[in-house]
């Protein structure tokens, strides 16, 4: 199945931020590794948060963090929502200070 890839409006701004061969970088990742099979886990790639509601995932980018949500509409189509592409670095308190945990 072929997935939606939206970006939050704080997505597209981390996007436009970057430099334009971290921007590649980060754009083809996302084509390659979250546009068919988005909630495939591997052991370094995609990971599945662990008790987290919101964000559900994060795909590694070298040094870049991108984290997602994937979610399925009635007639049976996903989508992809990037929530936010951060540096490995401030991926953990991004995260902490913006993370749904589940309850």
């Known amino acids: 199945m072929r997935y939606e890839i939206i970006f939050s409006p704080e997505a597209e701004a981390d996007i436009v931020a970057l430099k334009a061969s971290d921007r590649a970088k980060v754009l083809d990742a996302i084509e390659a590794f979250l546009r068919y099979e988005p909630e495939k886990t591997s052991k370094s790639r995609i990971k599945r948060l662990r008790e987290m509601q919101k ?42 200070e913006h993370g749904e945990r589940e309850e």
């Open 55 to 96: 964000p559900q995932y994060r795909l590694r980018i070298d040094d870049l963090r991108a984290f997602y949500d994937v979610g399925y509409a009635d007639d049976g189509s996903g989508t992809v929502e990037i929530l936010r592409i951060r540096e490995k670095s401030e991926a953990i308190r991004w995260l902490t």
